[in-house]
């Protein structure tokens, strides 16, 4: 199996099990059939399946070579701060009337700007 089809199946399986614990536990969040000293035990299990994202992120990016991981690195390093650049700029928005945004928009943000990032570092060296 490929070093990519292997990280695809990884990553894709985490998805999955992330996919598949985030609806139980909405599920029995929203039903009301959790009592309240149980609601933060129920809420966190599909972070599970996250640290398993973070262990298939970085077994892929210990399969790279040089060239690979540096344009990571770079793309990473973009998301990171155009991630703060926005936030931070939002954050101060909000003070002048601006709808508070959720955090929930932070993650997708970031990946966004990942991709972006790769796109670049690609173009800078195609």
Not at 28 to 37: C, G, M, N, Q, T
Not at 73 to 88: D, I, S, V
Request: charged share 15%; hydrophobic share 55%.
């Amino acid at each position: 199996m490929s070093p990519f089809r292997r990280y695809a199946v990884e990553l894709g399986s985490c998805f999955l099990a992330y996919a598949g614990l985030l609806w139980l536990s909405l599920t029995l969040l929203r039903r009301d059939l959790v009592p309240p000293a149980w609601q933060v035990p129920i809420a966190l299990p599909p972070m599970l399946p996250g640290i398993a994202m973070v262990w298939a992120v970085l077994r892929q990016l210990r399969r790279m070579d040089e060239l690979q991981r540096r344009l990571q690195l770079e793309a990473l390093a973009f998301a990171y701060c155009g991630t703060a650049l926005t936030t931070f700029s939002y954050g101060f928005l909000e003070h002048v009337g601006f709808s508070p945004v959720s955090m929930w928009a932070v993650w997708p943000l970031m990946g966004v700007l990942w991709v972006v990032g790769q796109g670049i570092g690609a173009w800078r060296y195609w």
